[in-house]
């Protein structure tokens, strides 16, 4: 079926740890995109990347679509870095993103 | 530059009472959503419009009706609210391209 699946579930890091987010997604699942959603609710668009590797400051994101998996790296986190990190991918079939149900993570200061 | 703007914020309704959420982006984009988000979950596609003039029904479209005014505007209709619909929607938008989904702030909607 059309699955994309996190990990870990949940991360607890110390302010400036570095952390690796894996999203692997299936067959017919792609332009893969990572989210944060923020303590507040706020859902806030990081990368769209279907394939290569992006980075925007501590974070950089790359995706081998060949292999059916997106990493998320945060680097030197803070407290801000807090909260859920969801990767989606847009179904072939249609126009629908299928999300996985999320990472969260608690950055302690 | 304002991405995509949702109107009310926080919303209390009685069970049976009616209400349309606002939903209006400004970066041309020809695919709107709405996506609702209980506690502790992830979102789920309510309704969306791949572009002007169509609307289709996603993962849980009952209890809701859609309208897609202009390319600019998606509501969303709720006609006889129920306590099973408090949650927080959410409108997105998206283009083609690199730039993927842009979110609306959601809108934070308690049935009692």
């Known amino acids: 079926g059309i699955q994309v699946e996190q990990s870990p579930p949940d991360l607890i890091l110390q302010e400036g740890a570095n952390s690796t987010l894996r999203c692997n997604f299936s067959d017919s699942v792609n332009n893969l995109q990572w989210f944060h959603q923020n303590p507040w609710g706020q859902l806030i668009n990081l990368f769209y990347?279907?394939?290569?590797?992006k980075q925007n400051g501590r974070l950089s994101a790359t995706t081998v679509a060949t292999e059916r998996y997106s990493l998320l790296y945060i680097s030197s986190s803070q407290t801000t870095d807090s909260g859920v990190y969801f990767c989606?991918?847009?179904?072939?079939?249609?126009?629908?993103?299928?999300w996985g149900a999320g990472t969260k993570l608690i950055i302690k200061p | 530059n304002a991405g995509v703007t949702q109107t009310p914020k926080f919303q209390v309704l009685k069970t049976g009472q009616s209400m349309t959420l606002q939903c209006a982006q400004d970066?041309?984009?020809?695919?709107m959503y709405w996506y609702r988000q209980d506690p502790g979950m992830g979102l789920r596609l309510i309704y969306y419009s791949a572009s002007e003039g169509t609307t289709d029904k996603g993962e849980v479209p009952n209890g809701y009706n859609v309208s897609r005014l202009n390319k600019r505007e998606f509501s969303l209709r709720l006609e006889s609210a129920a306590p099973s619909q408090t949650s927080v929607y959410f409108c997105?938008?998206?283009?083609?391209?690199?730039?993927?989904?842009?979110f609306g702030s959601g809108t934070r909607l308690t049935v009692v």
């Open positions: 970066m041309n984009h020809n695919s």
């Open positions: 989606a991918g847009r179904a072939d079939s249609n126009y629908q993103l299928i």
């Open positions: 997105a938008s998206s283009g083609t391209g690199k730039y993927g989904y842009t």
């Open positions: 990347i279907p394939s290569g590797t």
